[in-house]
């Protein structure tokens, strides 16, 4: 099972470009900086198809590796009733059409409701 959502190319100006792919989705998408305006804003900004916002990443380091990666989280009705997660990381070469960056889904247990919780 692959766990790839998205083939991303990082140009001068720090945006990502690609297509987010799933079973139900298929969209070209854009990670944009975020002029933040307070440190606990998000570092970047998620959208479809250029103007729909459907989530938003943040700069992380991998304890393990030491690697910078993004932790993106997407919501949109098309995505499900769930949000979705995922990392994008560099590649190490430019890959086929000049990708640099893999967009991988992080799965997530889902949080029990109330009513689960009581049961």
């Known amino acids: 099972m692959s ?4 083939s991303l190319t990082k ?3 720090d ?3 690609g ?3 799933t079973m139900a989705v298929r969209s070209k998408i854009t990670i944009v900086p975020n002029a933040k305006a307070h440190s606990d804003q ?3 900004r998620v959208f479809a198809n250029g103007t729909y916002e459907i989530g938003a990443a943040w700069k992380k380091t991998s304890e393990t ?4 990666y993004l932790s993106v989280k997407m919501a ?4 499900g009733a769930m949000a979705i ?3 994008v990381i560099a590649l190490d070469e430019i890959g086929d059409d000049n990708v640099t960056h893999l967009m991988l889904w992080s799965a997530r247990e889902p949080q029990a409701t109330s009513n689960q919780q009581a049961a």
């Open 11 to 13: 140009n001068e100006k």
């Open 15 to 17: 945006i990502f470009t």
């Open 42 to 44: 998000p570092d970047y």
């Open 3 to 6: 766990n790839k959502l998205a």
């Open 65 to 68: 590796t030491g690697n910078d």
């Open 85 to 87: 997660y995922a990392n």
């Open 19 to 21: 297509t987010l792919a």
């Open 76 to 79: 949109a009705p098309e995505l």
